[in-house]
């Protein structure tokens, strides 16, 4: 249980393009979920909270233009980056939280690599 | 604003012996506190949960401690096999929000 399907794994696109992630917990429903980015060797970096029906929470830092995040249903969040450029290269990956009450774990997919040449 | 710490040398050991990695974290107190294993490539994995009103957790050969005095947190893998060897992720979670680690590279060696 508890499956998060990331897609696409890998993108590699032309500068100035936008791409769009998909995130979606398989078999539970997620209220909140979250978008990260990691570079090689660091840690992951907290762009966003996704929260159903409702705008997204940005971390200082993080251009809210530059990464539309839309979270439309229980199941699915998605992160368009809107006219990558090579900075934009990195390791993007989202998770969900189970909705619920107490403490929950979040779940990870598997990541999307975009690569911007 | 909050810190996380985790050991960024690798942690090289001979297998079946105990591999423990250090969390240690300033400026909040979390409401509980998750570790994850990340394999290069992939996203990181769910491994143990233990909240703060929690000394100790495990789960088969892995066991966490946490210590809202000392603000750490202990991860430990028993009888250790080449197969754990990856990066782990501790994440305090508070403010609705988690925060990652650096990571500990663990290295097994058969």
């Known amino acids: 249980g508890a499956v998060v399907s990331q897609h696409p794994s890998r993108v590699i696109c032309k500068s100035g393009t936008s791409v769009k992630i998909e995130c979606r917990s398989l078999?539970?429903?997620?209220?909140?979920m979250f978008w990260y980015r990691q570079f090689p060797k660091q840690s992951l970096m907290l762009m966003a909270t996704?929260?159903?029906?409702?705008?997204?929470?940005?971390e200082q830092g993080v251009e809210k233009d530059k990464f539309l995040i839309n979270h439309a249903s229980l199941t699915l969040s998605t992160l368009t980056v809107t006219s990558a450029h090579p900075e934009d290269s990195s390791f993007y990956i989202c998770?969900?939280?189970?909705?619920?009450?107490?403490?929950?774990?979040?779940?990870f997919g598997d990541g999307t690599r975009l690569s911007i040449l | 604003s909050q810190k996380i710490e985790q050991n960024s040398e690798a942690l090289n050991i001979q297998e079946g012996k105990t591999a423990t990695l250090t969390c240690n974290y300033t400026?909040?107190?979390?409401?509980?506190l998750q570790w994850y294993r990340q394999d290069p490539g992939r996203g990181p994995v769910f491994l143990l949960l233990?909240?703060?009103?929690?000394k100790e957790k495990r789960k088969e050969r892995l066991k966490v401690t946490f210590d809202t005095t000392l603000k750490q947190s202990l991860f430990h893998i028993t009888a250790s096999q080449p197969a754990d060897s990856a990066t782990y992720l501790c994440?305090?979670?508070?403010?609705?929000?988690?925060?990652f680690g650096s990571g500990t590279k663990l290295n097994v060696k058969p």
């Open positions: 994440a305090p979670y508070n403010f609705n929000k988690f925060y």
């Open positions: 400026n909040y107190s979390p409401a509980y």
């Open positions: 998770s969900a939280l189970e909705s619920g009450t107490g403490n929950q774990p979040q779940h």
């Open positions: 233990i909240r703060e009103n929690e």
């Open positions: 078999d539970f429903q997620a209220t909140t």
């Open positions: 996704s929260n159903e029906g409702s705008k997204a929470t940005y």
